[in-house]
C-alpha cells in the first residue's frame, strides 16, 4: 500500500447522508418548472456532477438558458432550505475524519456542488476551515474532469501518488484514475459496488470504518464479504 499523505473525499453520498434531499430537491425543483419528475434511479445516476452538467443530463431538451438558470435557483433554494437542518454524517464519520487528522493526513473535499452550498453545509456542522483545501465544480472543471484535483494537489504541494479520493460515484473514481490518482470506492452511497468496481478502484467499501482499518495497515475483507483491494 502506498504511503498517502492526503485524503480527499467526495461530499455527498459519501461522508454525508444527503442523497434522498438532492433527489426531492430535483422533484420540487422539476415541478416548480414544469418539467416531467425524473425517477429515483436517474437523480441517483447524476449525483456528483456540477449542476448545470446534472440537469443537462437529465433534461437534455431544456436548452432556453434562462430554464436552466430558473431550475439550478430552485433546486439550491429548496436544497438549502432540506439542509436547514443538515443531513447526518455517515456512522463512523467523524470519528475517523478527527483520528486522520491526529495521525497527520491532510484532509480535503472534491465536490459536485456549489461553493455557497458547500460553505453552507460546512458552517452548519461548524465545519468551515476543518478541511486542508475544498475544491467545488461552480470554481473549476465538473467531475470527472481531474482539474479540481490537480488543484487539490498544487495547494498542498503534493504529487497524485501520494494521495487517495474516496468516493460514491462513477465520476469520482474516473476523475481520480484521470489525475493519476488511487480511489476508493463506497458503495452506501448513490450507487451500488457492482456499478463502481467498472473503474477499478484500489478498494471498495460498504462502511466507513473499513477505511479507517484499511489506512491503518488491517487486512482487507475478502471480495464476497465487500471491503476489497482491487
Excluded at 161 to 172: I, R
Excluded at 186 to 195: F, T
Amino acid at each position: 500500500m502506498r504511503d498517502y499523505q492526503l485524503l480527499i473525499f467526495d461530499w455527498d453520498g459519501t461522508l454525508v447522508d444527503s442523497i434522498a434531499r438532492i433527489v426531492e430537491a430535483m422533484r420540487i425543483a422539476a415541478s416548480d418548472c414544469a418539467l416531467p419528475s425524473c425517477d429515483e434511479r436517474a437523480i441517483r445516476g447524476i449525483i456528483g456532477l456540477g449542476l448545470p452538467e446534472a440537469i443537462h443530463t437529465l433534461y437534455p431538451e431544456l436548452d432556453d438558458p434562462h430554464c436552466v438558470e430558473r431550475f439550478r435557483r430552485r433546486y439550491s433554494d429548496h436544497y438549502h432550505a432540506l439542509e436547514q437542518q443538515p443531513s447526518a454524517l455517515f456512522p463512523g464519520v467523524a470519528e475517523a475524519l478527527d483520528a486522520f487528522r491526529s495521525e497527520g493526513y491532510r484532509l480535503a473535499v472534491a465536490t459536485g456542488k456549489t461553493r455557497r452550498g458547500l460553505d453552507h453545509v460546512l458552517a452548519g456542522r461548524d465545519w468551515l476551515g476543518y478541511f486542508d483545501v475544498t475544491r467545488c465544480a461552480d470554481e473549476t472543471a465538473s467531475k470527472p474532469d481531474p482539474l479540481m484535483l490537480h488543484e487539490i494537489l498544487a495547494f498542498c504541494g503534493l504529487g497524485p501518488e501520494s494521495a487517495l479520493m474516496v468516493g460514491d460515484s462513477p465520476f469520482d473514481l474516473r476523475m481520480a484514475h484521470r489525475a493519476g490518482m488511487d480511489s476508493v470506492a463506497v458503495g452506501y452511497g448513490a450507487q451500488p459496488l457492482d456499478e463502481l468496481l467498472r473503474e477499478s478502484p484500489r478498494l471498495a467499501i460498504d462502511h466507513f470504518d473499513e477505511l479507517r482499518h484499511w489506512l491503518s495497515g488491517g487486512v482487507s475483507r475478502q471480495p464476497n464479504e465487500v471491503a476489497i483491494n482491487v
